[in-house]
Antibody, heavy 120, light 107 residues
C-alpha cells in the first residue's frame, strides 16, 4: 500500500527547533512533489510548504517563510521539515502529503500526522 | 493570496439526504479546485480534483462542479461514513489555500 508516515513531533519551548520526518513507501518517491499541511487545534487545514521531486522548486507559506525549511533525501525516501524559531501559533498537527502526478496542488496520499506543541 | 470561503460552516443532515456544499474563491482559480474529506483522528482524503474529477476509489455519490470562483460539492444519499469536515482547496496560484471547512453532522 502506498503510504507516508510522519514522525518527530513533540513539545518544544517558544523559540526552539524541531525536525519532522515523513517516510514514504511503495511509490517512486523521487518522482513526486511532497507537501506539508498543518491543522491548529480547532482550526482548518493550512498549506505550509511544497517541494518538487528533484528539490529544484520550493514553495512556502508566508507564515513560515524564513523559519521553516523543507527538504528531502530521495535515497532514503524521506521528506523533512526543519522548524526553527517556533511560536505558540505553530502548535498543530503536521501532515505530510504526496502530490499526485497531475500537478503540485493535488494531494492524493496523506499521513496520519504528527503533533507539535509549542509551549513553555 | 486567494481567499477560499466555504458555506455553510455546519450542515445538520440525516442519512440518505442529498447535500450541497459551497466554496467561493476571491478571484478565479479556473478549474484548479480540489475537495478533501477529513474525519476526526484520520488522515484527510482526496475526494475531487480539477473541480469535478473523482479521485481513485471515491464513490459516485460524490460529485463536484463549478468554475472560476464558484464551486460545489454534492453528496447524493449521505451515508454514515460521510459525516466529516469537507475542505475546498485551490492550486491555481501560490500560496495554495484551503477554505475554512464545512462540517457535515448528524441531525
Amino acid at each position: 500500500e502506498v503510504q507516508v508516515l510522519e514522525s518527530g513531533g513533540g513539545l518544544v519551548q517558544p523559540g526552539g527547533s524541531l525536525r519532522l520526518s515523513c517516510a514514504a513507501s511503495r511509490f517512486a518517491f523521487s518522482t513526486y512533489a511532497m507537501t506539508w499541511v498543518r491543522q491548529a487545534p480547532g482550526k482548518g487545514l493550512e498549506w505550509i510548504s511544497t517541494l518538487s521531486g528533484s528539490a529544484a522548486n520550493i514553495y512556502y507559506a508566508d507564515s513560515v517563510q524564513g523559519r521553516f525549511t523543507i527538504s528531502r533525501d530521495n535515497s532514503k525516501n524521506t521528506l523533512y521539515l526543519q522548524m526553527n524559531s517556533l511560536r505558540a501559533e505553530d502548535t498543530a498537527i503536521y501532515y505530510c502529503a504526496k502530490n499526485s502526478g497531475v500537478s503540485y496542488g493535488v494531494f492524493d496520499i496523506w499521513g496520519q500526522g504528527t503533533m507539535v506543541t509549542v509551549s513553555s | 493570496e486567494i481567499v477560499m470561503t466555504q458555506s455553510p460552516a455546519t450542515l445538520s443532515v440525516s442519512p440518505g439526504d442529498r447535500v450541497t456544499l459551497s466554496c467561493r474563491a476571491s478571484q478565479s482559480v479556473t478549474s484548479k479546485l480540489t475537495w478533501y474529506q477529513h474525519r476526526p483522528g484520520q488522515a484527510p482524503r482526496l475526494l475531487i480534483y480539477d473541480t469535478s474529477t473523482r479521485a481513485t476509489g471515491i464513490p459516485a455519490r460524490f460529485s463536484g462542479s463549478g468554475s472560476g470562483t464558484e464551486f460545489t460539492l454534492t453528496i447524493s444519499g449521505l451515508q454514515s461514513e460521510d459525516f466529516a469536515v469537507y475542505y475546498c482547496h485551490q492550486f491555481h496560484k501560490w500560496p495554495l489555500t484551503f477554505g475554512g471547512g464545512t462540517k457535515v453532522e448528524i441531525k
